[in-house]
């Protein structure tokens, strides 16, 4: 794609004609007819990729303190370890891959970054959480029964699937 004297580098960029007619001048100089679409391909891919990780670091970002700020008077540290420990023993007793484990704490980490919760539901986040991580990670996933068994019917299948929901 070669530019013309009437046409424009990008939408928010504006050129006048004079401007234009001397970077083709410079670009035909320098780099031959494909130079400048080469460099222009480059900027907007980099454009891209930038966009790209500012909207994942927003994202996915989870804060350091939330127990202390997001959680406070209702999460501590040593209540989301006794949901780390359950989460592992029900990755063990289903076999589930490590990557699987590490990925559903990451996911109850976000969560709790973004929303207050109570505790009474800590276990369902923990299970929804295992449950949304095996669907990406497992080649073979357990079924929604399987973690309502593990919670010891304390949640329903209704509940984990809507927590399940919420958390992606």
Same mark, same amino acid.
């Given at each position: 794609?070669?530019?013309?004297?009437?046409?424009?580098?990008?939408?928010?960029?504006?050129?006048?004609?004079?401007?234009?007619?001397?970077?083709?001048?410079?670009?035909?100089?320098?780099?031959?007819? %494909?130079?400048?679409?080469?460099?222009?391909?480059?900027?907007?891919?980099?454009?891209?990729? +930038?966009?790209? %990780?500012?909207?994942?670091?927003?994202?996915?970002?989870?804060?350091?303190?939330?127990?202390?700020?997001? %959680?406070?008077?209702?999460? $501590?540290?040593?209540?989301?370890?006794?949901?780390?420990?359950?989460?592992?023993?029900?990755?063990?007793?289903?076999?589930?891959?490590?990557?699987?484990?590490?990925?559903?704490?990451?996911?109850?980490?976000?969560?709790?970054?973004?929303?207050?919760? $109570?505790?009474?539901?800590? $276990?369902?986040?923990?299970?929804?959480?295992?449950?949304?991580?095996?669907?990406?990670? +497992?080649?073979?996933?357990?079924?929604?029964?399987?973690?309502?068994?593990?919670?010891?019917?304390?949640?329903?299948?209704? $509940?984990?699937?809507?927590?399940?929901?919420?958390?992606?």
């Amino acid at each position: 794609m070669n530019l013309t004297s009437n046409e424009v580098l990008s939408d928010d960029h504006m050129v006048c004609n004079d401007e234009v007619s001397s970077l083709l001048e410079a670009q035909e100089e320098c780099c031959g007819s %494909q130079g400048m679409t080469v460099d222009y391909d480059r900027m907007l891919e980099q454009d891209i990729i +930038e966009g790209m %990780q500012a909207k994942a670091a927003t994202v996915y970002y989870i804060d350091p303190d939330f127990l202390s700020t997001m %959680q406070r008077g209702l999460i $501590q540290w040593h209540m989301r370890l006794m949901l780390f420990d359950w989460m592992m023993e029900v990755s063990d007793e289903f076999a589930l891959s490590r990557e699987t484990f590490h990925l559903s704490i990451t996911y109850v980490d976000l969560y709790l970054t973004r929303r207050r919760c $109570q505790i009474e539901v800590l $276990q369902l986040l923990g299970a929804a959480s295992l449950l949304l991580a095996c669907k990406v990670e +497992e080649i073979v996933c357990p079924r929604v029964s399987h973690f309502t068994y593990a919670t010891d019917n304390g949640f329903t299948h209704a $509940q984990i699937v809507a927590m399940e929901g919420q958390i992606s």
